[in-house]
């Protein structure tokens, strides 16, 4: 069965950071595409980040690129998503996702976290 867990969500001010993380288990980790999802109120789910299998290639939403990184630690089986300079907009709930490349769509997605609320206040 696999697993997805994610912790590190909270109330922030703008402008401040936060680390997500995503521990995962029931699955080979190490050869697994992984991704970050969103979703604010009253909005659709929506890409944030993925990163391939060794970590070497990542891929971000134009809105987070230059202040989330995305990273993962293969010997832990652990998903980050580092957020900087965050904005009230940011506020979402976040879930780590794995599945089929390039995981950029609910429709790749094969497995999901059950979210950590993140909340920017202005």
């Known amino acids: 069965q696999v697993l997805l867990v994610e912790s590190g969500g909270g109330l922030v001010q703008a402008g401040g950071s936060l680390r997500l993380s995503c521990a995962a288990s029931?699955?080979?980790?190490?050869?697994?595409?992984m991704g970050w999802f969103r979703q604010a109120p009253g909005k659709e789910r929506e890409f944030v980040s993925r990163?391939?299998?060794?970590?070497?290639?990542?891929y971000y939403a134009d809105s987070v690129k230059g202040r989330f990184a995305i990273s993962r630690d293969n010997a832990k089986n652990t998903l980050y998503l580092q957020m900087n300079s965050l904005k009230p907009e940011d506020t979402a709930v976040y879930y780590c996702?794995?599945?089929?490349?390039?995981?950029?769509?609910?429709?790749?997605?094969?497995?999901w976290g059950q979210g950590t609320q993140v909340t920017i206040s202005s």
């Open positions: 990163i391939s299998w060794s970590g070497s290639t990542t």
């Open positions: 996702a794995t599945g089929q490349f390039p995981l950029y769509s609910d429709d790749n997605v094969a497995y």
């Open positions: 029931g699955l080979t980790f190490s050869s697994s595409t």
